[in-house]
């Protein structure tokens, strides 16, 4: 609904309208990407009873610095990062804000490849950066002689790399992801937000994080860690590049139930992470069926499937949710993204979509 004349917001945002998935009470929801599996009573009872021991000191500011949790964080991922190399926030979102905030703004430019994720754009807008969108492949993939040339043209203060890539799945060869990190002039972020889906042996960008200084790679607890709701973000990098986010970040800004709460997750780490397995064969298993019927299918090691190619893809949306099914209307206009569910709603999305397409 557009803004009433009398409302003085900015002139190049008035016609915007705020980012969101639609929310529909519907019995199989499969188009946000979330881990369709809640965590178990025991996790739960931990992250209340630590939520709890926290609660009793909300008179008080929470730990700015998150010292405990940043310390958990660098033990989970390992690659001998250190609490200094490490930095949360609410959502990997506002990870992405304070890197615009820091490293881009007026008369800088950030650089990325579409399709990907729709908020880097915003990110950019909201900072008032430049925002340059380059392409990809016909398959997904980052065509990397057409990214390096548009480096060397613009010049970018911040360059954002997606792996796997949303809404594509599509996961960056590791050889790309080296040759513009040594290329751009400023900072490179890979965004990890499902890194922990990826297929095996496809590697992370945290491996090239000790030889290139301006290399951040950016992760959520949101997908593998069944922790949307409790928004953590966090991201690695050089301690000196942790100390620039410090500077835009507002005080205060992760409250301590926030950080009470994924600190108790990431104790149950190993429970956490075992419904990835479990998620990552039915990704593999609905790749495979959507192409036993004739669709086109990214490759993809994320927890969603991108497929198509469809006239309408509308037609398709709006037909699988007259079945009760909500998936994605995002990307190229010829495809729709599927998150994927328990085998329960990924059977109900099947029937779905065969009753819609043909």
């Known amino acids: 609904m557009p803004l009433p004349a009398w409302v003085p917001i900015r002139d190049e945002l008035r016609d915007d309208e705020p980012y969101g998935a639609p929310q529909l009470d519907v019995p199989v929801q499969l188009n946000t990407n979330e881990n369709p599996y809640a965590p178990s009573e025991l996790v739960a009872k ?88 380059g392409r990809r492949r016909d398959d997904f993939g980052l065509d990397v002689d057409a990214a390096l040339e548009l480096i060397a043209t613009e010049q970018p203060d911040v360059v954002i790399l997606t792996s796997p890539n949303n809404p594509t799945g599509t996961a960056l060869d590791p050889a790309h992801t080296r040759a513009i990190v040594e290329a751009a002039p400023g900072i490179v972020v890979v965004d990890e937000a499902y890194a922990e889906f990826r ?24 997908k593998a860690f069944a922790l949307a709701g409790g928004r953590l973000g966090y991201v690695a990098a050089d301690a000196a590049i942790i100390d620039a986010l410090r500077i835009v970040r507002l005080p205060y800004h992760l409250s301590a139930v926030s950080q009470a709460a994924a600190t108790a997750a990431l104790r149950h780490e190993d429970e956490l992470l075992a419904q990835v397995d479990a998620l990552r064969v039915t990704r593999d298993e609905t790749a495979t069926w959507l192409r036993e019927q004739g669709f086109e299918v990214a490759e993809s090691d994320a927890n969603f499937v991108l497929f198509g190619r469809f006239d309408d893809r509308h037609a398709v949306w ?41």
């Open 46 to 133: 931990d992250i209340g009873e630590s939520v709890q021991r926290a609660a009793l000191t909300l008179n008080r500011y929470p730990d700015r610095e998150a010292t405990e949790l940043r310390t958990s964080l660098a033990a989970y991922l390992g690659h001998g990062l250190t609490p200094d190399r490490v930095w949360a926030a609410n959502g990997s979102n506002e990870i992405m804000q304070q890197v615009l905030q820091a490293f881009g703004g007026p008369g800088r430019t950030a650089v990325s490849f579409a399709p990907t994720y729709s908020m880097y754009p915003e990110y950019a807008r909201n900072t008032h950066t430049r925002w340059v969108a």
């Open 199 to 222: 297929r095996d042996g496809t590697p992370s960008a945290l491996e090239l994080l000790d030889e290139f200084p301006r290399l951040l790679v950016t992760r959520t607890m949101s």
């Open 318 to 358: 709006q037909g699988l949710l007259d079945h009760g099914v909500l998936i994605r209307e995002v990307g190229p206009l010829e495809w729709l993204r599927v998150s994927i569910g328990t085998p329960d709603e990924m059977t109900a999305f099947r029937d779905a979509l065969l009753e819609v397409t043909r």
